[in-house]
Structures are given as C-alpha cells and as structure tokens.
C-alpha cells in the first residue's frame, strides 16, 4: 500500500510556495494516514492535520488523498518533538495479553 502519486513534485511545491498533493492507495484512512504521515516525515514536509483523507478514483485506482506542505522551521521542531513524546509513550507502555479469547489469552 505504497504512496502511488504526489503533485506536484515537492521541489517545485517549494519554490512555488503551494501544497502537495499525495495519494495512498491504502485500504482504508487510518493507513493512508500514516503511510502519508510516514512519507511526509522523511522529506522534512508536513501533512495537513485532517482526520478523513479525500477518498477518489484516479488512473491510480482509489485513492486516499493528503495535503502536505513545508513548514517553517519551528513548525517543523515542534512536530518532531511532538513525534518523540508519541513513541516514547508507545515505549512506556505495558504490553497486555489479548482478552479476546484467542489462542493467547489464557
């Protein structure tokens, strides 16, 4: 469930001063969200903060669809101090058995 599509490419987003766009061909928001989130991460840019990606079809199949910008530096310190608190929480926490009835719990 790649990133299957970003316009325009980030670089000339940059020097024209507008957003991206990127398209994930997850299964569904919440994956979209962190596969753009995640691509967005590794080239210093930032995805808007909305909570239900635009789903579409394209001549990439259905899409889930991000808007990404660069932020100002700050911005940019901000959201990776933010990300440092989220996974050192995840690190924190306890690991529990599934309560399910699988084949792990109990």
């Known amino acids: ?3 299957v599509h970003v316009h325009p490419d980030p670089e000339q987003a940059h020097r024209m001063g507008v957003p991206l766009f990127v398209d994930s061909s997850a299964e569904d ?3 979209a969200i962190r596969e753009i989130d995640r ?3 590794e080239r210093g840019l930032a995805r808007a903060q909305e909570l239900h990606l635009r ?10 669809r991000g808007i990404c910008y660069r932020p100002p530096p700050a ?7 933010e990300w440092a608190e ?8 306890p690991e529990t058995l599934p309560t399910d009835g ?3 719990s109990g």
């Open 86 to 93: 989220v996974l050192r929480r995840r690190e924190s926490m």
């Open 55 to 64: 789903t579409l079809r394209t001549e990439h199949g259905l899409v889930r």
């Open 75 to 81: 911005e940019y310190e901000q959201r990776e101090l």
């Open 102 to 104: 699988g084949p792990e």
């Open 1 to 3: 469930m790649p990133i």
């Open 29 to 31: 928001n919440i994956q």
């Open 39 to 41: 691509w967005c991460r």
